[in-house]
């Protein structure tokens, strides 16, 4: 019986071996685009930044009335990741890797600024849901900070949202994302200037009542007589370190990384910032134009999440998203495997998490991925041209294919893909998401059609062939199992090009079974496939 738990092995370009290379990270925010350019080293691993990049361009500032992004927020985003482009280049990265958060997951034409994002300047971005948001800023921290045996809250206060992680040096154990950000509360809540003391109280509000439930989380996973360190990151943090330092010390420490705020300190700074006017705020040493617009909202979220937590004190890391971006794409290509060997493994972890949370038969599961698999290596260069990133995509379709009979067995398919698709399945980009979705949502009945919005919106035919593709041979592999006993140990597979023909030898487990059943299945199921990849299907049974 072929039951082994696939683990993905690292797909390593041959660009990459173990000389060093420089990579930039993109970050396209609500407030800002960030860039880092760093210089990736494979045999220590590690890298250190060689270059920064960032640009207020406000994407959050939305069309009021449809809550699109407005064209001067996307030309000016378009100007920014142009720069970010040129500079790159002037470095000679290898490749640039792009995310975008909250502005552009929350608009209704957020997919179609990604399209013009790749038309206009060749940037292919990642759509990233706001729990992987978080997750790769742990990566990002983690890498630039000794955690040693104390647990970590780490708190990212961005334009659009606010992440709350509660994690260790092994693992997150929470991951949370909330509608709090310093653009988003000063264009729905501050009209007064300086902000009124009836929209401060507002806005604490307000905040707090946002913040319960994530807070009230990393209560719950905490353990007894745990003390953990709260750590910060984005702008608004760094400004009001820098404000302190400047009016403490005078000068500003370089790096930033590490200083230490108390809760007393962010008190005082921000009732005296709330007290100021736009252009008073403006006049402080170390706050800039577009700062000064948002640092009170800002510094409210920072507050009153120090109050909720009984936090005393306040860790800077200037790491953050960007560099945890760069982290996760070390790991995706096999140059990290000590320290953060646990995180590796964080795709796998969570498709087996979701399969869990919707009672999928994970012994079945399981050993249709493997045929799925095999059918997929065997094919390889016959009949298709993908490589591991698709290979991955398709084990964690046939792993949770069968998930949408948790709410029916009518129509289970289309179940499964509304279930995948809205799943926190961290690791995955929104497009992954999107392809194993659909990918599984074809393993059975109909082939992808016209009048399937969700195959049809996939960003181009590419992606539309690949899932066409991958689902054929998840069609093939369930219909191996069609006893849901393991009656087939394993498959065998010969390409004959003239005529194009492809013999499936199957491999009964038991001596004497002539799995008649599976074997009638593969011949029900093969007209999708045959008409796929343009040949002809035949099986018999082997020895």
Avoid at 107 to 121: V, W
Avoid at 132 to 144: D, F, H, K, W
Avoid at 229 to 248: F, M, P, R, Y
Wanted: net charge neutral.
């Amino acid at each position: 019986m072929v039951n082994s738990i696939y683990k993905p092995s690292p797909h390593i370009p041959l660009s990459i071996g173990q000389t060093k290379q420089a990579i930039a990270a993109i970050d396209i925010g609500t407030n800002s685009v960030h860039m880092v350019v760093v210089e990736v080293d494979p045999k220590l691993p590690a890298f250190h930044i060689i270059a920064k990049e960032k640009d207020t361009v406000r994407l959050g500032d939305r069309d009021p009335n449809t809550g699109d992004l407005t064209e001067e927020a996307i030309s000016r985003s378009l100007n920014a990741l142009k720069r970010c482009k040129d500079l790159a280049e002037s470095f000679n990265v290898s490749q640039i890797l792009a995310v975008a958060t909250s502005a552009t997951r929350e608009a209704g034409n957020g997919i179609a600024f990604l399209h013009r994002i790749k038309s206009e300047l060749g940037i292919s971005v990642n759509l990233i849901s706001g729990q992987e948001e978080a997750r790769r800023i742990y990566l990002g921290v983690l890498s630039g900070m000794d955690f040693g045996d104390r647990p970590h809250v780490m708190i990212d206060i961005g334009g659009g949202s606010t992440e709350l992680i509660l994690a260790d040096i092994r693992e997150a154990r929470f991951l949370s994302s909330t509608k709090v950000g310093a653009v988003r509360l000063t264009k729905e809540f501050v009209t007064s200037d300086p902000i009124s003391k009836k929209e401060l109280n507002y806005l604490k509000a307000y905040v707090r009542g946002m913040l319960e439930r994530p807070v009230e989380e990393i209560w719950h996973n905490m353990q007894l007589n745990e003390n953990p360190c709260l750590v910060g990151t984005s702008g608004t943090i760094e400004t009001l370190a820098i404000i302190h330092a400047l009016d403490k010390q005078g000068t500003v420490p370089n790096p930033l990384n590490g200083y230490q705020l108390t809760r007393k300190d962010i008190e005082a700074a921000t009732n005296k910032l709330a007290a100021m006017t736009y252009e008073e705020r403006f006049s402080i040493s170390g706050i800039s134009d577009k700062r000064a617009e948002i640092i009170v909202p800002g510094a409210i979220i920072l507050l009153e999440a120090m109050e909720m937590l009984c936090m005393d004190s306040i860790t800077i890391c200037e790491r953050a998203l960007r560099e945890g971006i760069i982290v996760d794409w070390m790991l995706t290509h096999g140059l990290i495997s000590d320290r953060l060997r646990y995180q590796n493994e964080v795709r796998n972890r969570n498709v087996f998490k979701i399969a869990h949370k919707y009672q999928v038969d994970l012994e079945y599961s399981q050993r249709v991925a493997n045929f799925a698999l095999s059918l997929f290596e065997q094919t390889k260069e016959h009949l298709h041209d993908w490589g591991q990133d698709q290979k991955e995509l398709l084990w964690a379709a046939a792993i949770l294919h069968n998930c949408g009979i948790y709410i029916s067995h009518s129509s289970h398919h289309k179940h499964s893909y509304y279930l995948i698709r809205n799943a926190e399945l961290l690791g995955f980009t929104e497009l992954e998401l999107e392809l194993i979705a659909n990918i599984a949502r074809y393993h059975r009945k109909s082939k992808p059609k016209k009048r399937h919005t969700s195959y049809q919106e996939l960003p181009s035919k590419k992606y539309q062939l690949m899932v066409r593709q991958l689902s054929a041979i998840l069609r093939i592999a369930v219909a191996l199992d069609r006893r849901n006993k393991g009656a087939v140990a394993r498959v065998r597979c010969h390409f004959q090009p003239k005529p194009r023909i492809l013999e499936v030898t199957v491999i009964p487990h038991e001596f004497g079974d002539n799995c008649a059943l599976e074997l009638w299945s593969l011949d029900y199921k093969k007209p999708i496939f045959e008409e796929e990849y343009d040949i002809q299907l035949k099986a018999k049974l082997g020895n």
